[in-house]
């Protein structure tokens, strides 16, 4: 009888425990499908890639699968409970992430799933999938500024990378959108699509510019956190990567959509637009890399926030492939590996971490309290 009873008491605080799974963990997806397609489309073919990146994006699709199962049920046995993520200054930001991981793996369908399910349930799959996360991440994009602007207590030093997530998704949108348009009809539909991805695009980097300026305000005037938020910096990476892929997938796509002329100078578009920002790329991860390292030597935990080492990395990489495709500059391409490998040794560290940590349960514990969390600076010598 004791043994039934510690049996039940702890299967009943497992699922206590995965009660507490909130929006974040979705991040897991768009990090580990990030690894699939970015893989799938380096401009250097490496033997073996290819079917290292099927097997990721089985996986990235498995655990999406899982993850919407858990936050369902969530949600219809504890709404209440639920319903505090939004009401979290910090975790609410992460609701972002939901629709970018439905997209992150409808976009691997497209570029990888042909091959394992076949053309036509690819691209349906990668359609239900874009449009669930198009929906979705547009919500965001409004919902969540809206809550920040008229119920959230937002301090002067609370800016951090996790505000980015409610308004990059619609950037992936426009990314994806791209893939999207040559498996579409010739005609006003297609370029209706090619129009709307470019609104999107402008919506989500001008919002991202934004608040990228004030996380770099935040910084001058205040520091760092220090804590294990710090590794949410890479996060600006996001739609920075993400908008180089979107100009440079829009642009290779414009010519089937409308008049050679136009569509020429979209893809001028894409190197004109995509090479500056990549400059700028390259100076945040080096801005980046220095404040997370100097926050792990002061003993910086591990949590979920480790995910933004992965998926915004990754948008650098197809990026710089984009760049790569464009230009044939061999730079880029070297580059683009150079960043897949550190990708890739982020991803595998972070993917070992989380699934020790789930298994101890540490991190199914519940969000961290709505209080603000100081950045602060070095005392002066």
């Known amino acids: 009888m004791p043994y039934r009873l510690w049996l039940m008491a702890t299967s009943h605080g497992r699922v206590e425990m995965l009660g507490n799974i909130g929006p974040n963990w979705f991040a897991s997806v768009m990090g580990t499908g990030i690894v699939a397609t970015a893989g799938a489309t380096l401009p250097i073919h490496l033997w073996g890639l290819r079917g290292f990146a099927e097997v990721v994006w089985v996986f990235a699709a498995v655990l999406l699968v899982v993850l919407l199962a858990l936050v ?15 009401r979290n200054p910090q975790m609410a930001h992460f609701y972002g992430a939901a629709p970018m991981a439905l ?3 409808g976009g691997g369908a497209v570029l990888i799933g042909h091959e394992l399910i076949g053309e036509q349930l690819a691209v349906d799959l990668g359609w239900v999938l874009w449009i669930a996360g198009t929906i979705g991440g547009l919500f965001t994009a409004v919902s969540i500024p809206f809550l920040m602007f008229t119920q959230h207590n937002v301090e002067p030093d609370a800016a951090f990378g996790g505000w980015l997530m409610p308004v990059v998704p619609p950037m992936v949108s426009a990314a994806n959108g791209a893939l999207l348009i040559p498996h579409m009809v010739p005609g006003t539909g297609r370029t209706t699509m090619l129009y709307g991805c470019y609104a999107m695009f402008g919506l989500s980097l001008v919002a991202a510019l934004i608040i990228i300026t004030l996380i770099w305000s935040r910084l001058a005037l205040y520091g760092t956190s220090g804590t294990a938020r710090v590794p949410t910096l890479w996060i600006v990476l996001g739609p920075i990567g993400q908008s180089i892929t979107a100009a440079g997938l829009l642009g290779l796509n414009a010519a089937r959509a409308v008049p050679p002329e136009l569509a020429q100078s979209m893809n001028a578009f894409a190197v004109i637009f995509g090479v500056p920002m990549w400059g700028f790329a390259v100076l945040w991860i080096a801005l980046a890399t220095s404040l997370t ?6 003993g910086m935990p591990f949590a979920l926030t480790w995910w933004s080492l992965t998926f915004p990395v990754g948008t650098f990489v197809t990026g710089t492939t984009q760049l790569a495709v464009h230009t044939q500059l061999p730079a880029f391409k070297v580059a683009a ?6 990708l890739l040794s982020t991803w595998l560290l972070v993917a070992v971490r989380t699934a020790r940590g789930s298994l101890r349960g540490n991190l199914l514990n519940p969000p961290p309290s709505p209080g603000p969390i100081r950045a602060r600076k070095d005392p002066a010598p």
């Open 337 to 342: 590996v150079i960043a897949y490998v550190g």
């Open 103 to 105: 997209m992150t793996v």
């Open 72 to 86: 369902g049920v969530h949600w219809l046995r504890h709404p209440t409970v639920a319903r505090t993520h939004a």
């Open 293 to 298: 390292v100097r926050t792990l030597r002061r």
